[in-house]
């Protein structure tokens, strides 16, 4: 049941990411850059956070892979580098969710506090795919604030109906 559940989200967490990216592209890249009163400030500081934070979970997961200075790091500052970025990001955190099957084996990890934490994975993966849908919401509310009309449901019924 787990194995089956985490492989979903890994599946969703692609398509979801697909979906808010091919909207934020229908956006000028000043519109993507202007402070709309997110937490990260615009919807391109919001799409990078999200890449930093996935890179320093899977960096815990993994022991590989980049590892960011701050949770508000531009990675990169041109959205074509960013969206292939987030694309690579996301074959490697489904090649590792789909590839796993050991949720109880324990994580040691320090937080960007340099506190030190021990978890067990299928709890810190709930958490993973919990913070991207939180910020995918946020970057959702920016787009709209932009004018975007509608922007494209992320709703995970939608990737289940669609299966």
Not at 18 to 28: Q, T
Request: glycine share 8%.
């Amino acid at each position: 049941m787990l194995k089956a559940h985490f492989d979903q989200l890994a599946v969703y967490n692609r398509w979801a990411n697909r979906r808010m990216y091919d909207d934020a592209a229908g956006l000028s890249d000043a519109d993507r850059k202007r402070p709309v009163g997110l937490f990260f400030g615009s919807v391109h500081g919001t799409l990078n956070h999200l890449l930093v934070a996935d890179y320093i979970w899977m960096r815990r997961f993994t022991l590989e892979g980049p590892q960011p200075e701050r949770l508000n790091q531009i990675l990169y500052d041109d959205f074509g580098e960013l969206r292939a970025a987030r694309e690579r990001e996301d074959d490697r955190i489904f090649g590792f969710v789909t590839g796993s099957s050991d949720y109880d084996r324990v994580i040691t990890y320090q937080n960007s506090s340099g506190k030190t934490y021990q978890q067990a994975l299928g709890p810190a993966l709930t958490h993973f795919f919990n913070h991207q849908a939180h910020h995918r919401g946020q970057v959702h509310a920016g787009l709209t604030m932009l004018g975007m009309k509608e922007p494209t449901s992320l709703d995970l019924l939608g990737l289940q109906r669609s299966l």
